[in-house]
Structures are given as structure tokens and as C-alpha cells.
């Protein structure tokens, strides 16, 4: 403690007085308030003596019992109109005291921002933003790499099988056009084989120039058809 603290007392800060001072209010709202409580007590205990002078018959008590009754009740209303202004000095000393709290807390976070960005070294930075940068496309190259690799281990032996797979559902539909279609194609295709076989043993003396030379298929059926003639 130095000399001007021992001889005028320490010295309050702002913040200190404000809690000090609402600390004050506050006791004095207490006492406002207990002092109220007796009053209205002693409102009631009026009331009943003034109900029982009234049916004693005795006027003169009951009168001055009434004029006690009506300064009770002014003072309790005093007390209440005392309380709200000690209540509103107090909410606004409660705002001055939010206000000094919101100051200090700016006050340290602008020394806080002050010295990170003393610390702060943009070229270190820019350094680390363009090494993060080049080491993020590394691993995306090594990324796609794997994924390339995984995906032809894991497609290993699909071409064939899909192979099988399109060749039984093709043979499938065959077997199918087949089945609907199978007797008139064939029946016609017959029908114009034999009608091409024929014209060829019809015009094969005439055209060809000698059957020694012919197929043998073609001198058979020739043979057939002329005993049928016959």
C-alpha cells in the first residue's frame, strides 16, 4: 500500500463503485420491502379492530383506528412507488455495468487480435496454403490411381461372363423365334428348293449340254421324275 492509498483509501474502479452502488440498491429494496410486508400486516389487524370497535358501538375508536387504516395505505403505496424508482436505478446501474463488461471483453479481444496478427507471417502462410495445395493433388493422382486399380481387380473375369450371359439370352430368343415361327419359313424354303431343283432337271438336258457331267443329286431326281411321268 503506497501513501496515497493509506492517507485518501484505495482506489475503486469503475466496475467496483457500479457493484458497489448495486449492491446498495439492492439492501435498500430488501428493507423497502420488509418494512412494506409489516405495514400490510398491520393493515389487516386495522381492519379487524376497526370491525370490532364498529360492533362494540365505540365511533371514536373506530374513526381514529380508520385514520391510522388510510396512512397505512398511503405509506405502502409510497413504498411501492420508492421500490419501482429504486428498481429502475438499479436496472439502469445493471445496463452500465453490461456496457463496461462488453468494453473490457473488447478491449482484450482487440489486443488478442493485435498480437496474432503481429504473429502472424503471410509469406510462411502463403507457403503452407501452396504445400497443402500441391499435397492435396498428390493424394487425389494416388487416389484415382487405387481407384483405377480396384476397379479393373474387381472386374476381372465380367467381359467373359457377360459374354455368356448375352450368348444364353440370344440362344434363348432363338429358340423362341424358332418355336413361333419354325413351319411356315421351313415349309417355304422347302417348297423353293424343290421348285429350284425342278428347273434345274427340266432345263438341265436342254441347257446343259449333256447329263453325264451333272451332279449325281441331279440324275437322281431326274430319274424320279420321269418314272412319275410314266
Known sequence: MNILEW???KRITPAERLR????MIDKAI???DQVRVKLEKQEKT???QIKQSAQ???MGAAKIQAKDLVRTRRYVEKFYGMRSQLQKISLRLQTH???EQMMQSMKGATVALGSMNRSMNLPALQRIA???ERETAIMDERQEMMDDAIDDAMDVGLEEEGDEVVEQVLEEIGVDLGQAFGET???LQGEKVADARIAQAIGGPSGGGGGGGGDPGDDDLQARLDSLRK
Not at 458497489?20 to 449492491?23: D, F, P, S
Open 7 to 9: 492517507a485518501f483509501g
Open 20 to 23: 458497489k452502488n448495486q449492491r
Open 30 to 32: 430488501r428493507e423497502l
Open 46 to 48: 386495522l381492519v379487524g
Open 56 to 58: 362494540k358501538g365505540q
Open 97 to 99: 455495468r453490461t456496457n
Open 130 to 132: 501452396m504445400e497443402f
Open 185 to 187: 419359313p421351313t415349309g
